[in-house]
């Protein structure tokens, strides 16, 4: 297990290590200037302003420098926040981002889970078919027009009720009214691709040998459920939930900006239509070793719970059969 | 102030708006409350800098009117009032002012002479390269301290005591006054600014305030709220407690649901939005940005569009009275033919009643003649294709759609829209890279000459790279002039100019739509000095009229 765990860190590394050199010159290849500004500047205050971001120095030499920085952890001062280092902005604003995330991911493996599983216990029944089409609209409608829908239910609600207990837009720290619409949003897209991928997953299960096996020694409906299929067909589930978590997090630029909430996401996007070179490199390398973490998390949390993946071979063979 | 691609202006960046009052652990959204005096708004986006001396845009410039004061200001109607000089005296070159007494710093010291003289100074130190370092040109000596050839102490003002203020001016500069009202003209405090560091103005325990709010509050991002300053000079006479703005958001939708709401005070309006507040029974307000949008021309020789004749045949056939009035219909937006807006000043009135822009003659056949001259001159069976620059919103689509297809019906001229992010924009006219951009260009301080230099040869914001001896020397000529009618003819001049020379084309002027609060009094929306203004606010008790 350590070897594994040891290898997977040093393929992380190197993913990181490589996903940064190529940010690094893909956008510094992106045509336009950081430094233009809708004033045009005197070319000795361009100068100025290029040696305050090393961009006098030949291109090379700027990567050895990002990349000294970057191991000290250190991103530099934003092109377009000019007090704020890249560090405080992540560091202000991610936990925001993650909160958020982290609700709307508990709503959407719950929800994808209890309604995938509950579809294809019903499948093809009325359940299933209106759960179908849910799902249809979650996936295809984009984010940003739930999120206006959501926002207009809110002032209607609140006109009816008389009460601003909802509010239409904002954040406060650790208020969780002002995290409980903008997270089922942000959610929902997960949610329904979960729902999916655990309907299949589920109904693969229910026709295997194993289960039919359990249910022919005896066992009971609610133990063949919770034991034997629940465990086996929730696999793919936790699988994805690696990339789910990082594109929640990241995905979040929409909400974030409907909602007016404070969040990473913002930064992130912003960063590339502004061109702020360390916001870009900064966001992307943390965001980076984020997904890459949660991937590595995903498989050694999936090695726990299917010994199969522990990429053992000869245990493999004398194991092969299910848990 | 910005070369602003087309509607990518106030509509959104003015778009200030949001609010949220928090009581207590259930919060009562409210945009306006009499009984606390609070108001609350959103804005665009997060202030990119606070720092007086190096702030270029709009939302710092917001609220730096509100936590600090100049020499002058702008009063409830737009005229320049005292600010912390109670009287000055402007000759052809220099200029006096004396400073009042009772101006404090939100921490109790008094405002002298010496915080302007280290402002002024800092600000054009090169190694400050503050971008707004050109508005201070004026004073003597400032662009060679802002070129690195002279120290900055060699700068032409100097403090007599601590409360009178004297200023050599490198040459006649009539608009001067109005310049003090300028954020770079701000006071700066020097032994607070060297306290800080890197830090000065970076939070709001990071400032000083001279104005009639402090910053109470900046949560990076996410918040900002003002409080009345109550060592303020005027503090009697300045009606609200507390300005928040809980919401920063560029969604313009998002904002206009807080409005709906009742969360925030005001907000900026889309044409769709505008479509929504009229159908909801909004009052819908609106005012002039001072800016003027025109499509520019690539005058570089290596570029198609450096031919006079083709450049009249394309201005023959382009209205922008067609362009505002049925493609962008938003109330409020002037169609021109001149770079200088309607409020611009000339002797006695305003400059486009007095010097009328000159009439255009626009019809197909005299573009298409214009087209002709132009193929026989250069020799071509057809005319080139041209690139338009655009912005990526889809108002300037909108427009650059306009111009594509009025070119294509008109003149057979194939036109390709280039569609861009602002940055690569502003990065493409630099280098030159196209034949037509939609642009415009907000003015500085309240003057003729903050347009009329802007095609000048040596302006690095004549991104098309115009070149005109003619135009240059009427620049020249009311730059060096305090008489009004030389100054003016001179502008006439440039004004007719404009359109012989075909530099650009002028569209429209522009106006930005927005809804408020009925409580809500007083509130100043203006060109200059910082928009919009609470100082002379106040809120109306009962309910809405």
């Known amino acids: ?323 | 102030m910005r070369i602003i691609p087309a509607h990518m202006t106030r509509l959104s960046t003015i778009a200030l708006f949001v609010g949220w009052l928090l009581l207590a652990a259930f919060a009562h959204a409210q945009g306006v409350n009499a009984r606390t005096g609070t108001i609350t708004l959103g804005f665009s986006s997060e202030p990119p800098t606070l720092n007086s001396m190096e702030s270029t845009d709009q939302v710092s410039s917001m609220i730096l009117s509100h936590v600090k004061e100049g020499l002058l200001r702008y009063g409830p109607t737009g005229e320049l009032v005292p600010g912390v000089a109670v009287r000055w005296e402007l000759t052809d070159h220099s200029a006096r002012f004396w400073l009042r007494r009772d101006a404090r710093w939100s921490d109790g010291k008094p405002v002298t002479a010496h915080d302007f003289v280290f402002a002024w100074r800092t600000a054009l130190l090169p190694t400050t390269a503050s971008q707004y370092a050109f508005i201070l040109y004026p004073v003597k000596n400032a662009e060679a301290i802002n070129r690195g050839e002279l120290p900055a102490t060699a700068l032409g003002v100097k403090a007599v005591g601590d409360y009178e203020l004297h200023v050599e001016l490198e040459k006649p500069c009539p608009y001067f006054a109005s310049l003090t009202a300028f954020m770079t003209y701000y006071p700066v405090r020097e032994d607070f600014f060297r306290s800080r560091g890197e830090r000065y103005s970076a939070d709001a325990a990071d400032m000083i305030s001279n104005g009639p709010f402090v910053l109470d509050r900046w949560v990076h991002g996410a918040a900002l709220s003002m409080v009345k300053n109550p060592r303020y000079w005027d503090a009697k006479n300045v009606k609200l407690n507390r300005i928040d703005i809980p919401h920063m958001t560029s969604d313009p939708q998002a904002m206009f649901n807080l409005y709906r709401n009742g969360s925030i005070a005001m907000t900026g309006l889309t044409r769709e939005l505008l479509g929504k507040a009229v159908e909801l029974d909004y009052p819908i307000r609106s005012f002039s940005t001072g800016a003027v949008f025109f499509v520019e021309i690539n005058h570089r020789p290596e570029r198609v569009t450096s031919a006079l004749k083709l450049r009249q045949a394309i201005q023959a056939l382009i209205d922008p009275a067609v362009l505002v009035n049925r493609i962008m219909a938003i109330p409020g937006n002037r169609p021109t033919d001149t770079l200088f807006p309607s409020w611009v000043k000339g002797v006695e009135k305003p400059f486009i009643e007095e010097y009328p822009p000159p009439v255009i003659e626009r019809s197909l056949l005299r573009a298409r003649t214009l087209l002709q001259e132009y193929l026989d001159e250069s020799g071509l069976d057809a005319p080139p294709p041209l690139v338009l620059l655009t912005g990526d919103n889809p108002m300037a689509v909108q427009q650059a759609q306009y111009i594509q297809y009025v070119l294509g019906q008109g003149l057979g001229i194939e036109v390709r829209i280039d569609k861009q992010i602002f940055k690569q924009i502003l990065e493409k006219m630099r280098a030159g890279d196209f034949d037509l951009v939609t642009a415009g260009w907000g003015p500085d301080y309240n003057d003729a000459m903050t347009f009329a230099d802007l095609f000048a040869s040596w302006n690095e914001n004549n991104r098309g790279r115009y070149q005109g001896a003619e135009y240059d020397r009427l620049v020249r000529e009311a730059q060096g002039s305090n008489d009004p009618r030389v100054r003016m003819q001179a502008i006439a001049g440039i004004q007719q100019l404009i359109m012989d020379d075909v530099v650009i084309l002028p569209s429209y002027e522009n106006s930005a739509v927005y809804v408020q609060d009925p409580h809500l009094k007083g509130v100043v929306r203006s060109i200059f000095g910082g928009d919009p203004s609470f100082r002379y606010a106040w809120i109306e008790e009962g309910s809405a009229p």
């Not at chain 1, 961009?55 to 704020?84: A, E």
């Not at chain 1, 249910?215 to 086996?232: D, M, P, S, Y």
């Open chain 1, 1 to 323: 297990m350590m070897r594994f765990i040891a290898g997977r860190i040093v393929y992380g590394v190197f993913t990181l290590w490589f996903l940064a050199t190529a940010t690094f010159f893909a956008m510094h290849a992106v045509p336009g200037d950081p430094l233009a500004s809708e004033k045009a500047v005197s070319p000795e205050i361009r100068r100025n302003l290029e040696v305050r971001y090393g961009l006098d120095k030949p291109l090379m030499t700027q990567y050895g420098i990002f990349l000294g920085n970057m191991i000290k952890g250190d991103f530099g001062i934003s092109y377009t926040q000019k007090n704020r280092s890249v560090n405080d902005i992540i560091r202000e604003h991610f936990p925001i981002s993650a909160q958020l995330g982290v609700l709307a991911l508990l709503w959407a493996t719950i929800g994808g889970i209890v309604f995938g599983a509950v579809t294809a216990y019903y499948r093809n029944r009325w359940p299933d078919y209106v759960s179908v089409v849910a799902v249809i609209i979650c996936i295809s409608v984009p984010g940003f027009v739930f999120a206006a829908l959501a926002q207009l239910a809110i002032i209607a609600l609140n006109e009816a009720v008389g009460s601003d207990w909802l509010p239409v837009a904002g954040w406060e720290t650790g208020s969780f009214r002002h995290m409980l619409v903008p997270s089922l949003v942000l959610g929902l897209g997960t949610l329904a691709y979960l729902t999916r991928l655990m309907r299949s997953s589920m109904l693969e299960i229910m026709e295997a040998d194993f289960v039919r096996t359990a249910h022919a020694k005896g066992l009971g409906t609610q133990r063949v459920f919770w034991q034997h299929q629940l465990r086996n067909a929730i696999l793919p589930v936790v699988t994805v939930l690696g990339p789910a978590i990082a594109g929640i997090t990241t995905g979040g630029f929409v909400v974030e900006q409907v909602f007016a909430i404070p969040g990473l996401g913002r930064y992130f996007v912003q960063a590339v239509q502004q061109l702020d070179y360390t916001v870009i490199m900064g966001t992307t390398v943390f965001y980076g070793a984020f997904l890459i973490f949660l991937v590595m998390m995903v498989d050694i949390l999936y090695g726990v719970i299917d010994p199969r993946i522990r990429l053992a071979p000869e245990r493999l063979r004398h194991q092969g059969g299910p848990i």
